[in-house]
């Protein structure tokens, strides 16, 4: 009976990144994961991967508590508690909140290795400048790419954009 534990035990332990992942990751973070681990995207657009109406996405670093989340999203500690059920407890790990209209519709925990957004924004992001460049910066304790997710700022949305701001641009017509 040992050796068939010790044999079950050896055939989890290379797994249990991967075990840990699934179970602490939630909807957007495995969306995250395909875009940027699998697909191998180099900008993410959150709107685009997100299921449900949002107009504001909070960010929240690794231990950040509870009462802290609660006073940053201007919620009272009952209603926060209800919409907001986990907490960081793991430099791994960060807490994403959606919002619609001052209400939370989405709340998980979000695993770095899928992709980090620390340092995390000060302000929410909306659906329009929740849009990430992705680079490869360094190396995770296992060898694996680290991933890093920085805003791309609005005014590089705008000039990226053939509409007609990009076109007074490229003419000159904005004065500085």
Same mark, same amino acid.
């Given at each position: 009976m040992r050796t068939v534990l010790a044999i079950l035990l050896a055939l989890y332990l290379p797994g249990c990144g991967d075990a840990y992942r699934y179970l602490k990751s939630g909807e957007v973070g495995w969306e995250l994961k395909k875009e940027l681990r699998d697909r191998k995207t180099s900008r993410i657009e959150l709107a685009k991967i997100t299921k449900f109406e949002w107009d504001e996405f909070f960010l929240f670093g690794p231990y950040q508590l509870t009462s802290e989340v609660c006073k940053r999203l201007a919620l009272s500690?009952?209603?926060?508690? #209800? $919409?907001?059920?986990?907490?960081?407890?793991?430099? %791994? =790990?960060m807490l994403m909140v959606f919002r619609l209209k001052r209400k939370v519709v989405h709340s998980e925990m979000h695993i770095r290795w899928h992709?980090?957004?620390?340092?995390?924004?000060?302000?929410?992001?909306?659906?329009?400048?929740?849009?990430? #460049? $992705?680079?490869?910066?360094?190396?995770?304790?296992? %060898? =694996?790419?680290?991933?890093?997710?920085?805003?791309?700022?609005?005014?590089a949305l705008t000039i990226h954009s053939s509409g007609p701001a990009q076109k007074a641009a490229q003419a000159g017509e904005f004065k500085r």
């Open positions: 500690t009952g209603d926060c508690k #209800s $919409v907001v059920t986990a907490e960081s407890t793991d430099d %791994g =790990e992709g980090d957004f620390t340092p995390v924004p000060e302000e929410p992001l909306t659906p329009q400048t929740a849009v990430f #460049s $992705v680079s490869v910066e360094g190396k995770n304790s296992l %060898g =694996e790419d680290w991933l890093k997710l920085r805003p791309i700022s609005a005014a």
